[in-house]
């Protein structure tokens, strides 16, 4: 497989991984020189007690300025404008963010809010790539899902929800300066959201892998990430409270984040942001749903890293066993045997195809007469100018219409 004649990498985050690693944030917040930190986290993390037990563990003189959970499942511009209020009310110095992909976005939003001192709050002006030219203020995150890879990103994607469209903000200063990973924090996630998020995670290897900007650091990451997901992602759905299952997708999700980091994403990102700015389908179910296409749709041009990805998926015997010009469509097939797994672990709620899949209230959010839509506003995403094959609406919608339907891309 040929190479780049040059790349960069970057991975600045200092990870604490292992059973008992929340009991040592006092003391890091104490070496980023924090006294007052903002706790950002969901309503379940919050009745779990965790942010009391880390601020347990602060140093004299330390103290919480303000906790807050009320962060939508999608993180948006009103929540950064209001939070960014709340640190400046309190007075806080840092930020610790204790959630999934949305907590630990907004945490980046709020930091680039009060660190640029944004009027009002407005980060719109930051929003591209490389737009934040400048250290932020120090950010602790501890993901409690395994599946967004924020703690190890310079990503954050950050909805307008008067726009329907997703902003995304792309910058090494977005990275956090420390990410925890301890298991307890993620064994409460449900199955359907460990597989959704899961998926999430593997799509961000598997682009990682294939997309133009990979690189021999990257890959080596992306490889080991999906190798780890394969094995551990059915084992944590099917039993919760596996804590080793739990530390294996924690650092898999690690991994993967830091190898889309360096080498972007592409076309699944490119739909499914769309379809989830359209029909607020959550992004690891639109993730677990696109990504078999779009290795299909991509084989045209990277035939031999896509069909190298069934050695990770899969096994060097099924590898080697399986004809060359076969393992594209292999690989492929091999993502979709994992999402019958998963959907028959959760009882048939993890969707395969975007006609079967329902929101809480039984309501199916994507429909044939929105596909259109779709295809027009997802070409316009910034993820797609790294996707290997160029991407144009026919081909869009030819691609949507497959995962509507839950065929093979002819």
Do not use: W
């Not at 292992?18 to 980023?32: S, V």
């Not at 511009?77 to 640190?87: I, N, P």
């Not at 903000?169 to 990275?175: A, E, G, R």
């Not at 925890?180 to 961000?204: W, Y």
Request: glycine residues 8%; contains cysteine; proline residues 6%.
């Amino acid at each position: 497989m040929k190479t780049l004649p040059y790349f960069e990498f970057q991975s600045k985050v200092k990870i604490l991984a292992g059973d008992g690693r929340l009991e040592k944030i006092g003391e890091e917040l104490e070496k980023l020189g924090s006294r007052c930190p903002m706790i950002l986290s969901s309503r379940t993390i919050a009745r779990s007690g965790i942010p009391e037990m880390i601020a347990g563990g602060y140093r004299q003189g330390m103290s919480t300025g303000v906790i807050d959970t009320d962060i939508p499942a999608d993180s948006d511009l009103e929540t950064v404008k209001r939070l960014t209020a709340l640190y400046k009310e309190k007075n806080c110095d840092a930020i610790l963010a204790i959630g999934g992909g949305s907590v630990i976005d907004t945490a980046k939003g709020v930091n680039i809010a009060v660190s640029l001192d944004c009027p009002e709050g407005d980060i719109n002006p930051y929003a591209g790539a490389g737009m934040v030219k400048q250290k932020l203020k120090p950010l602790i995150v501890v993901p409690t899902t395994s599946g967004s890879g924020s703690e190890a990103t310079i990503v954050a994607v950050i909805a307008d929800r008067k726009q329907s469209k997703k902003l995304i903000f792309t910058s090494p200063f977005l990275l956090p300066d420390i990410a925890v990973l301890d298991p307890r924090v993620t064994v409460s996630l449900p199955p359907l959201l460990t597989a959704q998020t899961g998926m999430d995670a593997l799509t961000h290897a598997c682009e990682a892998f294939f997309c133009l900007a990979h690189n021999p650091l990257s890959d080596s990451f992306a490889l080991e990430a999906i190798r780890k997901i394969a094995e551990y992602l059915p084992r944590a759905v099917a039993s919760p409270e596996d804590t080793k299952a739990r530390l294996e997708m924690a650092i898999a999700s690690n991994l993967a984040g830091i190898a889309f980091s360096n080498s972007m994403v592409g076309m699944v990102h490119t739909l499914g942001h769309t379809v989830g700015a359209i029909t607020h389908v959550p992004h690891g179910a639109c993730m677990a749903i696109l990504l078999p296409y779009a290795m299909e749709y991509n084989a045209r041009k990277e035939p031999e890293r896509i069909g190298y990805l069934l050695q990770a998926l899969e096994n060097e015997k099924i590898f080697l066993e399986t004809p060359k010009e076969q393992r594209p469509r292999a690989a492929a097939d091999a993502v979709r045997r994992l999402n019958a797994e998963l959907k028959k672990l959760t009882g048939g709620a993890h969707a395969v195809c975007f006609k079967e899949y329902r929101d809480r209230d039984g309501n199916s959010p994507v429909t044939e007469e929105l596909l259109p839509k779709i295809a027009y506003e997802a070409v316009n995403d910034g993820s797609v100018f790294y996707n290997p094959e160029e991407l144009s609406r026919e081909d869009a919608l030819r691609v949507l219409t497959a995962a509507y339907e839950g065929t093979q891309l002819n």
